[in-house]
């Protein structure tokens, strides 16, 4: 078993910051990569940001250059630093790993969503 634990979301004034963090456990083989997703009211979920083991990022445009993906591998963890949130930005914020477990099988994690509302 793989779990997903996130934490850090809220209720946050457009304009602010907020960081999210989600951490990994369970049978870890390695974890490839790590990442953020969002779903706002009425629509699909999409992609945030990413980042793989080796440090390699990505970024949905609407995010880039107010959100930072990082990681901490020792620790399994993946953060999210988002800053001038607007209104816009508000959604459940989902994480997601792409995790090798102990027996070497490959499995696709998602976290239980942590809601990040924006307020004007």
């Known amino acids: 078993q793989v779990q997903l634990v996130e934490s850090g979301g809220g209720l946050v004034q457009a304009g602010g910051s907020l960081r999210l963090s989600c951490a990994a456990s369970g049978s870890i083989f390695r974890i490839n990569s790590m990442g953020w997703y969002r779903q706002a009211p009425g629509k699909q979920r999409e992609l945030v940001a990413t980042?793989?083991?080796?440090?390699?990022?990505n970024y949905a445009d609407s995010v880039k250059g107010r959100f930072t993906i990082s990681r901490d591998n020792a620790k399994n963890t993946v953060y999210l630093q988002m800053n001038s949130l607007p209104v816009e930005d508000t959604a459940v914020y989902y994480c997601?790993?792409?995790?090798?477990?102990?027996?070497?099988?490959?499995?696709?994690?998602w976290g239980q969503g942590t809601l990040v509302t924006v307020s004007s």
């Open positions: 980042i793989i083991s080796g440090g390699s990022t």
């Open positions: 997601n790993a792409g995790v090798i477990r102990t027996d070497l099988r490959y499995l696709e994690v």
